[in-house]
């Protein structure tokens, strides 16, 4: 799989490649890996808050219903 990287981030990666002595596809590696864990931590939290959306609403519910 081929990827296009703009000239600012390849500039980045370059800087960040030399400052902590790694090669240049490690850092985008590591750079995808910690992306791609932030997404699915917050698809995990957006899943859960919809959960409690949806026993907050059944909840509510159940309360009007006992006025």
């Known amino acids: 799989m081929e990827i296009g990287i703009s000239e600012e981030n390849k500039k980045k990666i370059e800087e960040v490649s030399k400052t902590f002595g790694l090669k240049k596809k490690d850092v985008v590696n590591r750079a995808l890996s910690l992306y791609l864990d932030s997404l699915n931590q917050f698809l995990d ?21 006992r006025i």
């Open 45 to 65: 939290l957006k899943n859960e808050l919809k959960i409690w959306d949806s026993l907050s609403d059944e909840a509510l519910s159940n309360f009007e219903k």
